[in-house]
């Protein structure tokens, strides 16, 4: 049983290649739910990124529909130009100002998961050319959550993560693997 309910990621500029390492090596019994904004364009097929990940994981992935009920062992992908939200036990979707330029906005998911699960919230920022997650990232570690952040030697683009670590809003910096790794520990399938 893990101490955590909601697993929250964020990134952004080669975030397709660093979820690829992240998901593809999380079990099938892996027990927390996982929420994606990946930054893309607002006309991208909302379709496309679950496709993509279905056939890289063992986990159940699918684009966020307003009102989804949060469930264990599944991931869900903000889709296409519309904020993702945290609720008690489900998800909403907001067409909102974008945030930091972006619309969905790593930052907007970050901090309704803060404010939502508290210390069971598990955060975690990837590669990214713009500081989209860090006020977010930050409200997480805040709080009591687990805070982790891509080295940002290992990041496609080092801006996201960096400015994660100038804020203090990491409580650990890590590789994919290492990321992948402490995430299955934590989600109790390790």
């Not at 049983?1 to 290649?17: A, K």
């Not at 904020?83 to 489900?90: A, F, N, S, T």
């Not at 803060?114 to 990232?137: C, F, Q």
């Not at 400015?163 to 203090?168: K, L, P």
């Amino acid at each position: 049983m893990s101490s955590y309910d909601l697993c929250v990621i964020g990134s952004s500029w080669g975030g397709l290649q660093a979820l690829d390492v992240i998901l593809g090596a999380l079990p099938s019994s892996f027990g927390i739910a996982i929420a994606i904004v990946q930054h893309r364009s607002a006309g991208a097929p909302d379709s496309g990124l679950p496709a993509y990940y279905e056939d890289r994981t063992e986990l159940e992935v699918r684009s966020v529909e307003d009102k989804d009920d949060i469930e264990p062992g599944h991931v869900y992908i903000a889709p296409p130009d519309y904020h993702l939200l945290v609720e008690p036990g489900w998800f909403s979707l907001s067409v909102d100002a974008a945030v930091q330029f972006s619309r969905p906005s790593i930052d907007v998911l970050f901090e309704s998961a803060a404010d939502t699960y508290g210390a069971r919230t598990i955060g975690i920022l990837l590669t990214g050319a713009n500081a989209d997650g860090v006020a977010g990232l930050k409200r997480i570690r805040d709080v009591g959550g687990m805070t982790l952040v891509q080295d940002p030697d290992t990041a496609e683009r080092r801006t996201m993560p960096e400015a994660a670590i100038a804020a203090g809003a990491a409580r650990e910096v890590l590789g994919l693997d290492e990321i992948a790794a402490t995430l299955t520990r934590l989600g109790g399938a390790g």
